[in-house]
């Protein structure tokens, strides 16, 4: 198991040139400290996703810290790491509920993603690491969450954007700029301080120029009403469960999951985009504490797996491990898990407050816009970062032609109708084309292109979370781009296992 904590030193501050490993812990108190920094840390998108894919953010939260608790007990707590909302899923959730599902119906084709994503990771356990590379290359990776991310475009086009234009002009501005200026903790929740600046500014526009005529996602018609409704805010207790999914009233909260088959192909390829940001985030907890972790990678994603499922059964969003928590270690050098069960601990305290859900549940429709229009481009563009940092040619054919009609494809929610009832469509058929087109490819393909997309490097890397910084934030790079391994720096390559990063 992963209790019996010993004590780091005197308990009071990592020693010099050392650091907390994930079996011990600090005083109590200063360990409490630790677990509230990592709950501010992942607070901001954990509660952001589940409001863009219209669930309850409340539920996300509180279950945030079951799915904790979940993963640290399945990797015997070998891998300190923090599962908040993932964003994976947010393309997949947009596509069902273009085609009419409901939260019932979305948390069920999450459910099943996440049985999958923990099947891959039994498998990936007794059949070893290695076997990602072969499955899923570089290439793929980049490919499945870039189309995700591009998948999204409409979404942002025709639900967010008309709600409120100038407002959403506004925080997208505003996100852009404190994302790039911020440095440290602030830069990596720009986009929570992107909701909260928002909101003020609505309420600013409410004073200042009255209800605005435009579309109303709350009715779906176009009316005139006020930026900001807190009717529901204050109606909210202060302490109490989430509130139960009442369609009538227009609340989603607890409820039961639905199956959907054609709902469930929808949600599957975001297990791609799952096992890249899980097998990234266990080499950034390897690299920082200097422990090999191969043997736990198959444990990692199938307690990620478990922990989705679990989490959306009485309706809550999809999890994954968290990019901002591993900077929160990063920076204080203590990777205890015992921080981590306090964090864990503290949100399902949290998420114990409805009002503080229906807070973040009323955030105003311009808001979201500029939120959504800069992290469905940035999802997008981590599926180029992966292609950047593993070096892919795309002047080689087998590498460009699959992944360029894939792409087209998600883009463009391109249709195949297979029968009366049922239609693969955007990034589900996408994601097929660009995985079976490749492995077809590549049977077919001369001897001479295989070699030179081998050639190209074979690690699958992850970039996290939209809204992270790099490595010299994070303190394993220093100011000349160079990683750092214990007190020397040393030329950073992607293709060495050791430098396969964040």
Not at 185 to 191: H, P, S, T
Not at 277 to 298: C, I, R
Not at 467 to 485: I, K, T, V
Request: proline fraction near 6%; charged fraction near 10%; aromatic fraction near 8%.
């Amino acid at each position: 198991m992963s209790f019996g904590w010993t004590l780091h030193g005197d308990g009071k501050s990592p020693a010099p040139g050392k650091a907390v490993a994930p079996h011990e812990r600090l005083t109590w108190p200063r360990t409490v400290g630790l677990g509230v920094q990592h709950v501010v840390a992942m607070f901001g998108a954990t509660f952001v996703f589940p409001v863009v894919m219209g669930l309850n953010p409340q539920l996300a939260v509180m279950m945030s810290g079951v799915a904790t608790i979940i993963f640290l007990l399945m990797v015997n707590g070998k891998v300190p790491s923090y599962l908040g909302t993932s964003a994976a899923f947010v393309g997949g959730v947009a596509a069902v509920t273009a085609q009419g599902g409901t939260p019932q119906q979305v948390t069920g084709a999450i459910m099943i993603a996440g049985l999958v994503l923990a099947a891959c990771g039994i498998f990936i356990h007794f059949m070893g690491a290695a076997v990602l590379t072969k499955i899923m290359p570089p290439v793929v990776t980049g490919a499945v969450v870039m189309l995700i991310g591009f998948n999204l475009a409409p979404v942002v086009a025709n639900v967010y954007w008309p709600q409120d234009q100038w407002i959403a002009f506004i925080v997208m501005f505003v996100i852009i700029v404190m994302s790039v200026a911020l440095r440290g903790f602030l830069g990596r929740i720009a986009v929570f301080l992107g909701l909260a600046f928002g909101y003020v500014l609505s309420w600013i526009f409410d004073l200042a120029f009255g209800p605005i005529t435009a579309f109303n996602a709350a009715t779906g018609e176009v009316d005139t009403h006020m930026r900001v409704d807190w009717s529901g805010v204050l109606d909210a207790p202060w302490f109490g469960l989430p509130p139960v999914t009442d369609s009538a009233a227009g609340v989603v909260g607890m409820h039961l999951p639905e199956f959907n088959a054609a709902f469930i192909i929808l949600m599957l390829p975001a297990v791609i985009a799952l096992i890249a940001e899980n097998v990234g985030h266990v080499k950034a907890v390897e690299e920082m504490t200097k422990t090999p972790l191969d043997k736990y990678m198959g444990r990692a994603l199938t307690a990620d797996g478990v922990a989705t499922a679990v989490a959306t059964s009485v309706g809550g969003s999809p999890t994954t491990t968290y990019a901002e928590n591993i900077g929160v270690m990063a920076s204080t050098r203590v990777y205890s898990t015992a921080a981590y069960y306090v964090a864990a601990l503290v949100a399902i305290v949290f998420g114990l407050s409805p009002k503080f859900g229906a807070l973040i549940s009323a955030a105003p429709g311009g808001v979201l816009a500029g939120i959504t229009v800069v992290l469905y481009g940035m999802i997008g563009l981590l599926g180029a970062k992966i292609w950047t940092e593993n070096k892919v040619d795309f002047s080689n054919p087998l590498n460009m032609v699959p992944v360029a009609a894939g792409i087209i494809i998600a883009i463009g929610d391109i249709g195949l109708k297979v029968t009366e009832t049922f239609t693969l469509a955007g990034i589900a058929l996408g994601t097929i084309v660009v995985l079976v087109m490749y492995h077809f490819c590549r049977i077919i393909a001369p001897a001479e292109l295989r070699e030179a997309a081998d050639s190209a490097g074979g690690a699958l890397i992850t970039v996290g979370e939209p809204g992270l910084h790099n490595l010299e934030e994070l303190g394993l790079e220093d100011d000349h781009g160079r990683r750092r391994r214990g007190g020397r720096t040393a030329d950073h390559d992607p293709h060495r296992p050791e430098d396969i990063r964040e």
